[in-house]
């Protein structure tokens, strides 16, 4: 980007240890903490006070947001990084931003090789980076940022006055999340950025609702119960599963009846599904 441009404002199964025995209510069942049910009133001779004490919260409900905020609040307390080899327009956005967004701390970097070191070194949210830039471009930024596992989910925003097929081929296809050509406006910047800030709120909110969920069932079942759980996710019918672990048909079969007695569930494709969604499948 040069100053004379314009600017218009592998499923690795494990089982946990240290688990209690289930949390919320003791008269509550799996399911009926799973839809978010209340717990039953509390019993005569205890006062209100002492009965909420004696709740815990249902971990499938509870939610802790991450760094970035959650989705009606996309980009709460970012670290964005902005990179470009003009400083001038470098300032400029990095006062625009912060103007418009002061939750967000607004880093820059005048090139990829600088921009590389301190996506090492600090935890960052959003890479907007200049695809023309002297020594390492930002598409040369781009692979070294998803060869890296620490940083390969990290969503990336490439600006460039390059308008034709190609480079916008080029960016895409390399692993970039969006492309604006210049003249942009703040607005459409900001918007890009929102708008991979909340899915990458949305991202964190699954990922720590999938290992709440996790947690709850390592209460509920046994570590061999988890295995089987999680292979029914796989698709896997009772025959192959007793194979795959080593246990006689007649084994599994009771596993199985276990777990749908202590889930409350009744079929398969139940029990598949919540594997999936605790991320054990």
């Known amino acids: 980007m040069t100053q004379a441009e314009s600017f218009h404002p592998p499923h690795v199964f494990r089982t946990p240890s240290g688990f209690g025995a289930g949390a919320g209510c003791q008269s509550q069942s799996f399911q009926q903490r799973l839809r978010g049910e209340g717990c039953p009133p509390p019993r005569p001779g205890l006062s209100m006070e002492r009965s909420r004490d004696l709740r815990e919260p249902n971990p499938l409900r509870s939610a802790s947001p991450g760094r970035t905020g959650d989705a009606a609040d996309p980009g709460s307390r970012s670290r964005i990084l902005l990179v470009d080899d003009d400083r001038v327009l470098l300032g400029h956005l990095q006062q625009l931003l912060q103007a418009e967004r002061p939750q967000w701390s607004v ?35 781009l692979a070294e940022v998803r060869r890296e596992p620490a940083l390969a989910r990290l969503p990336v925003i490439f600006m460039t006055a390059r308008d034709d097929r190609a480079s916008v081929r080029n ?26 800030l909340r899915r990458l709120a949305q991202e964190g909110g699954q990922a720590g609702g999938g290992r709440r969920l996790f947690e709850e069932l390592a209460a509920i079942l046994t570590g061999r119960e988890l295995e089987v759980l999680a292979l029914i996710g796989q698709g896997l019918v009772t025959k192959d599963i007793a194979a795959d672990l080593d246990l006689s048909f007649r084994t599994v079969s009771v596993h199985r009846a276990n777990i749908m007695r202590k889930l409350d569930l009744h079929n398969a494709a139940a029990l598949a599904a919540l594997a999936i969604q605790a991320s054990i499948a």
Not at 172 to 189: H, I, V
């Open 107 to 141: 880093l820059t970097a005048f090139d990829g090789a600088e921009a590389i070191r301190l996506l090492r070194s600090e935890p960052l949210d959003l890479l907007v980076s200049d695809i023309q830039m002297p020594g390492m471009d930002g598409l040369a930024l």
């Open 171 to 196: 960016g895409m296809t390399s692993g970039a999340d969006d492309y604006l050509t210049k003249p942009f406006s703040t607005e459409e910047l900001i918007q890009a950025m929102d708008a991979r």
